[in-house]
């Protein structure tokens, strides 16, 4: 089934393809082996990488209730604060709705498939595997690490910091 844009993914194929050719050498293993995907696995990494970014705590809502995406979105801008270029200040605070999907969520759903397509072996997959089961924290002799669960799926780092102006924060007061 092809991906739908606004429907199952924030981005075509073709645009991610684009966006990590312009992003990673071409020697590169993980763009190596994202090349090699058949079209179809590479629309199933960009469904998968979707719906992670959509299950993430994110803050604001919905610009349209029937939209089926969880961006664009409406936020709370306070006048001295500024989430990101996407995002106008109001000269008195207030909500500000996106006029479309911001370029660096875009952007982070073609790292995170192309995190996704690397399978299990990298680190912060088994990390995110392990906070899938539950897991707090471990230690491994001297060695422990304490797992958090916020952005527990987002297994790319790239991914993680792009988003971070949208799942992080607290609430207004």
Do not use: H
């Amino acid at each position: 089934m092809a991906l739908i844009v606004g429907t199952d993914t924030y981005i075509s194929r073709t645009d991610c393809d684009t966006y990590l050719t312009n992003q990673y050498v071409s020697a590169d293993a993980k763009l190596t082996a994202w090349n090699s995907l058949s079209d179809g696995d590479c629309d199933v990494y960009l469904r998968q990488a979707a719906a992670i970014i959509d299950a993430q705590p994110l803050q604001g809502f919905k610009s349209l209730t029937t939209q089926t995406m969880e961006f664009p979105r409406i936020l709370y801008t306070d006048a001295n604060y500024l989430l990101n270029s996407n995002v106008r200040v109001l000269d008195d605070g207030g909500f500000y709705t996106q006029p479309s999907v911001p370029v660096t969520v875009k952007n982070a759903q073609c790292e995170l498939a192309l995190e996704l397509a690397q399978g299990t072996s990298s680190q912060a997959s088994q990390r995110a595997e392990l906070q899938r089961q539950g897991v707090r924290s471990y230690s491994i002799g001297k060695l422990s690490e304490t797992l958090t669960g916020a952005s527990a799926d987002i297994v790319s780092y790239k991914a993680r910091q792009m988003l971070l102006p949208f799942t992080g924060g607290g609430f207004r007061i």
